[in-house]
């Protein structure tokens, strides 16, 4: 994703990368919590 710093002059910044290091500290108690599938009102489960 760039960020503009004027109209013609961006640099690139690497947010995936950013995301990705900043979650492998999160611990693994609240990572399984965060990806686990999500239930529903009526039984069934939201990924």
Do not use: C, H
Not at 4 to 11: I, T
Not at 14 to 24: E, G, I, K, S
Not at 30 to 37: A, G, S, T
């Amino acid at each position: 994703m760039p960020i503009f710093l004027k109209p013609d002059a961006w640099v690139p910044t690497p947010l995936q990368t950013t995301y990705d290091l900043a979650y492998r500290g999160v611990p693994r108690r609240f990572r399984e919590v965060l990806e686990r599938p999500r239930t529903i009102s009526n039984g069934g489960t939201k990924p």
